[in-house]
């Protein structure tokens, strides 16, 4: 199966993210980028900077192992498994959250000739985040279970 270039370097980029590479998010992404997912809505890439520089401050660890990626056009897919570990969640063990990104790509001088303009994630935030608190994760979980 032949590889995307852009797409394949989006997701190398995500594998070495860390809160000291959040300044070369611009590489990656449009100016203009739209950046989306079950907790928030981010226009541009300065708002897109400052939230990842806020998130992984307080993150130990972050990785993704990506699956399945499929791409027609300006518009791909991409399955993912983040892994990560913060100190006040989940008693500051790994956990693990399935999901999966919408990307659409636009032409730059990019590295590829391309940089991604809108970004949507798609994911449960309770396994993300809910269920990791103390108090509501437990009452979450239970809801889960009887709807179950």
Known sequence: MHQDPALESFC??????????????????????VFQDPLHRLDGIAALTGYFERLYANLETCRFAFGERQRLADTAFVTWTMTLRHPRLAGGR???VEGCSRLRFAASDGPHGERVCQHRDYFDAGALLYERLPLLGSVIRQVKRRAG
Not at 19 to 28: D, Y
């Open 94 to 96: 790994d956990y693990h």
């Open 12 to 33: 190398d980029f995500y594998n070495k993210l860390d809160k000291a590479s959040t300044n070369l998010l611009p590489e990656v992404y449009t100016r203009d980028v």
